[in-house]
């Protein structure tokens, strides 16, 4: 009797996790199954023409660049303000343990918050401050919204970094700030890498942030102060239209960001293992 | 560099001021209790019930927990105590994919498979009549989103277990899953908990994927077949009316409020007890 | 080596190889282990020593990617390669860990645990075989009248003891010991090791440890391992009074550690 019920759930434990990988293959399936019909060159190369609500011509290239100026540009202020407070907190706050595990929990905190908290509020500052949707507003918003992860992610790359590497430098002599970038930065490269491609993939494919604060359009931005258009909100506007034309758009759209998200996630992985053999073994 | 640590370790509280200020309006007329219970939304009548959002909110997570829980529990036991290497080292990237398939992809996935799925084959089993693009759709697209952010906790969570109590079991002749059900789970037990507390926070706070699928009528929902409004799916479709109908943006801001000290709370309580948990075996 | 020819030796283990992964750990081990004494397993750490108690109960099969091959003979019977359930091999071993690990439940259901895992379910029966083994463990009247509480609640040296009575409440013949008293204080490793020394009359105990003090005072038979291999092995005397092999001597002096 111990037999069968050991044999029954030892079946039920392997088709969990069969069952797991099996819906992630459902969905990409899916995805592509639509999407791909609707790949074309034009798609890729032209923006939206009469317009992404009714327009039967053209494509996304003003999500598609309008999606990488944001994310990139997000990226890259998380990781401008990032980078120094998670070396902060493994450097000059390495003794105050409490502190900086206290830092680490109200950063978990804040990944936690759901994006549309963030989109809220940052409407909200753009009314009182008379803002309009922008490209501007976007990244800066987008770009609060990752920081916790790009924190934490790099955090933990450093927290990896042996205690030893560090205690050797300050008898070196290095001062504090100078320990941190360089010693550190170079020991966790692949660890700052990973958390700059990591906070990417969640600021590209976030739709709730960029909702109120870019806007949409069907140009192309040539200034921060202009609306944006994202792949995430060509989805969601054109996906309910009863125009097949512009459903394909919607439909290519989620195929793009599918392919960069899977990108991401490959050279992530690509990236900490291909460096972890610079680094020092210990 | 200290100042930004500052600013980090009081954003929670400045984001709750922020968000309290701006509802601060509708409560002048309004008491707390009135606008959580109420069922009446008529916004142009000054009238904001919240309840039929809060229910459908609750409803969506409850069904999504109880889809992706088990599964979770049962894949995390498998991979923990189970699975051979070349398993988990497929899995591991599965799990790591679907944790950064946007929300949008998600939601066109609902709409191109479960929604149909429900409309065409589920609800005629029991009886019903639905469009699809019902509570079930909102629910089961969220357990698929919900599962990798819980299979990593909970594989975490028993790999904090020290091996020797496993062994111990063995030795007494007891077989590997009566080992896994009676002892090891039962000392996970606390971990396995504040998993699905994070869960819960987490499918709570959920915006775009299932605002696409969910229905968004404003009706305290009569079934799982029924369309129902959560409560982030209010803010994101109305953020436009918000200046045009008075108080409409004060409710809105109560609205994200409200989700925001529920998944706070929840994320709290759970990552505390994991904290516990944890450092009794550290 | 004294021949274990009146006896059949308890354990015998012949050709052993052990890997996991890439990682080979144990090389052509060949150890007789003798009925009713105490055998002591003794090396530096990093020998394998651990790693060959524990596959004496094939509690090595918890790694996905063991390979193990050889004879393992216990009254006879090849274990490693055997029709029979393991986990009925296991109820013939009793373990106690270098840490106590009392099982997340109170005082008496961790002792009648493996006891009710093979239906004995009787509380009559269940009572009195919880004292008797309690009692063994020279811990009941430590614990009598609180055997409802969490095993938790004990302190380290109780909760050994505690662990000691659960394995021998399944009925084993063999005690498998790995560093049992090496997170003990003074007193309870004492009470531990004159445990040992009583038990050896009804049970075979195999103990691995690293502190040769607690070797000298307890071993009729030594196994001695460096480096993943047996270097020697015999009676204790033989082997602490006129050791063999070059290795053992420095280890003896205190050279290897």
Known sequence: MQRTEELFFRSLMLLSSALIVGVLIMIIYSILKVGIPSLSIEMLTQTPKGGFYFGKEGGILNAIVGSLYLALGSTFLALVIGLPVAIFMNTWLLRRKKLVNTIRFILDLLWGVPSIIYGAIGFTVMIMMGWKTSLAAGIIVVGLFVLPIMIRAIDEGLKASPLGLTEASFSLGATRTELGFRVLTRQCFPGIITAILLSFGRAIGDAASVLFTTGFTDNIPTSLGQPTATLPLSIFFQLTSPIPEVKNRAYAAAVVLTVIILLTSVLSRLFSSKYKKQTIKF | ?282 | ?257
């Not at chain 3, 009793?94 to 009787?122: H, T, V, W």
């Open chain 3, 1 to 257: 080596m004294e021949k274990l020819n009146n006896h059949q030796p308890k354990i015998k283990i012949e050709e052993l190889n052990l890997s996991i992964g890439r990682a080979k750990i144990l090389r052509d081990i060949n150890v007789e282990i003798p009925k009713h004494k105490i055998t002591v397993i003794l090396g530096p750490s990093g020998c394998g020593k651990t790693t060959l108690l524990k596959s004496m109960n094939r509690l090595t099969d918890i790694y996905s990617d063991i390979r193990v091959t050889g004879k393992i003979l216990i009254d006879g019977e090849d274990i490693l390669h055997t029709t029979k359930d393991v986990t009925e091999i296991r109820k013939k071993m009793g373990l106690l860990s270098q840490r106590p690990y009392p099982l997340p439940m109170n005082i008496y259901k961790n002792i009648s645990f493996g006891l009710r895992i093979s239906g004995r379910r009787k509380k009559q029966f269940l009572d009195k075989r919880i004292e008797h083994y309690l009692k063994q463990a020279s811990l009941w009247d430590e614990v009598k009248d609180r055997l409802k509480e969490p095993a938790a609640g004990l302190s380290i040296g109780q909760q050994q003891r505690l662990c000691l009575a659960r394995g021998l409440a399944v009925d084993p013949d063999i005690i498998l010991a790995d560093e049992p008293t090496s997170a003990l204080d003074p007193i309870s490793s004492q009470e531990i090791e004159k445990k040992f020394v009583e038990l050896k009359n009804g049970y075979t105990i195999v103990l691995v440890t690293h502190i040769l003090r607690q070797a000298i005072r307890l071993a009729d038979y030594v196994i001695f391992m460096y480096l993943g291999e047996v270097i020697e092995q015999g009676p204790a005397d033989q082997f602490f009074k006129s050791p063999q092999t070059e290795i053992t001597r420095a280890y003896l002096k205190g050279s290897i550690n």
């Open chain 2, 1 to 282: 560099m200290s100042l930004w640590t500052f600013v980090i370790l009081l954003s929670p509280l400045i984001i709750f001021a922020g968000l309290m200020w701006k509802s601060s309006m509708l409560l002048e007329d309004n008491s707390i209790w009135k606008l959580i219970w109420s069922d009446s939304w008529k916004p142009l009548s000054g009238e904001f019930g919240f309840r039929p959002f809060i229910l459908s909110s609750l409803w969506v997570t409850l069904i999504s927990l109880v889809v992706a829980g088990p599964v979770c529990i049962l894949s995390a036991l498998h991979l923990t105590y189970f699975a051979h290497s070349r398993f988990t080292r497929i899995m591991q990237p599965a799990i790591d994919i679907l944790a950064g398939i946007p929300s949008v992809v998600y939601g066109v996935w609902g709409v191109i498979v479960i929604v149909p799925f429900i409309s065409d084959r589920l609800a005629p089993l029991f009886g019903a009549e639905t469009s699809g693009y019902s509570i079930l759709a909102g629910g089961l697209v969220l357990s698929v989103m919900i599962i990798p952010f819980i299979l990593n906790i909970l594989i975490e969570i028993f790999n904090t277990i020290p091996v020797e109590l496993q062994e111990a079991s063995l030795s007494l002749g007891v077989s590997r899953w009566i080992t896994v059900r009676a002892v090891l789970l039962r000392k996970a037990l606390p971990g396995v908990v504040s998993a699905m507390g994070l869960g819960l926070s987490r499918a709570f706070g959920e915006t775009i994927a299932v605002l696409m699928v969910v229905g968004n009528v404003t009706r305290i929902p009569e079934g799982i077949f029924r369309p129902g409004y959560p409560l982030p799916a209010l803010i994101a479709n109305n953020y436009g009316e918000m200046l045009s109908i008075p108080l409409y943006d004060s409710a809105l801001m109560m609205a994200a409020l409200i989700l925001f000290v529920i998944v706070l709370l929840f994320n709290l309580a759970s990552r505390f007890v994991i904290i516990r948990y944890e450092n009794k075996y550290r």
